[in-house]
């Protein structure tokens, strides 16, 4: 107790166990609006029976209470939020509502990866842009490898793939988890069938990426959450204060080595680093192709006869700076 200035009660209770109590949970303070819940449980119930379009809206549910039981008390933003989280339960309760749950997602190594794209802040010889930053994060391991771009166009999205799998040094042998990016889908068809483009097509069988697609909207943003956020980490942590660069290619350098540095980080509460589970991961993945993926737009020109020449097809490759 003198050494460490703390109470008897304290060291009684460290001597009887290393583990610190759980906090009790404080009982939830009374509103104003307990009194009135049972009757607001009452009108729900009964709009379970009632015709979709005559059912009780939070206003009329607040009318009901002034009017027919006087609470002048209540407040309508009380009902309100009361309504919103009362109503999908006594559904659940009737057995007509969806249960919502969430299980926590296991992956076996080498064998699933997620890819996003996130918007950054660089003043760019002297000049504060946006940029975007390319993100694969292999899903066992966290590896995750990025690259900055001008923009996240088709040519970005190729390059970024490029880069990161060289990185890797293979390609995951199940899924990849994307968005609805337009540099690969071309049309939602419906919940998981899509329309793809027919250049990132060609891409994904010359490098054999089994790419699987989120539901669109917010109903598919846990997904793919350990790339968002691996990229919200990663500006938090890299781009805090704005990174002051002459060119890309020299923020780009800067990246790579703090992608080497993070590997060093342990994610959450797991007992190693990312490095050792990635050493676990990284013979697992598939090889890479021996020949290369021309990354770049090509456009075929045709010269007419207005112009005095023979018809030749050219091609002009478009690079992403």
């Known amino acids: 107790m003198r050494e460490y200035g703390v109470g008897f009660r304290t060291v009684k209770a460290a001597l009887e166990s290393v583990w610190p109590e759980p906090r009790k949970k404080p009982r939830p303070r009374g509103t104003r609006l307990d009194a009135y819940k049972p009757l607001i449980d009452q009108m729900l119930r009964a709009d379970l029976d009632a015709p979709r379009k005559q059912r009780h809206t939070v206003k009329r549910i607040f009318d009901r209470l002034l009017d027919e039981h006087g609470a002048e008390a209540v407040t309508y933003p009380m009902v309100r939020a009361y309504v919103a989280d009362r109503r999908p339960q006594i559904a659940v309760e009737a057995g007509r509502g969806v249960v919502h749950a969430f299980i926590p997602q296991s992956h076996r190594p080498g064998a699933e990866a997620e890819v996003d794209f996130g918007d950054v802040k660089v003043r760019l010889a002297g000049e504060q842009v946006t940029c975007f930053v390319f993100a694969m994060r292999l899903s066992y391991s966290g590896k995750a490898v990025h690259r900055v771009f001008a923009s996240c166009g088709q040519e970005a999205f190729l390059e970024g793939h490029v880069h990161a ?128 993926f021309e990354t770049g737009r090509l456009f075929s020109l045709r010269w007419t006869a207005s112009a005095r020449s023979v018809s030749v097809p050219t091609a002009i490759r478009c690079r992403c700076g």
């Open 165 to 292: 799998l060289s990185v890797l040094g293979g390609v995951p042998t199940g899924k990849v988890r994307y968005d609805n990016l337009r540099s690969a889908v071309s049309r939602v068809l419906s919940s998981r069938s899509r329309v793809e483009n027919e250049r990132w097509t060609a891409f994904r069988s010359h490098f054999g990426i089994d790419a699987a697609y989120c539901l669109p909207g917010i109903e598919g943003a846990h997904e793919k959450g350990g790339v968002e956020g691996q990229i919200g980490w990663f500006r938090r942590n890299h781009m805090v204060p704005v990174p002051e660069v002459a060119s890309l290619a020299e923020l780009n350098a800067m990246i790579e080595q703090w992608d080497e540095e993070d590997e060093r980080r342990r994610i959450g509460s797991r007992p190693r680093p990312v490095s050792e589970y990635f050493a676990v991961e990284r013979p697992l993945l598939q090889p890479l192709p021996d020949e290369p």
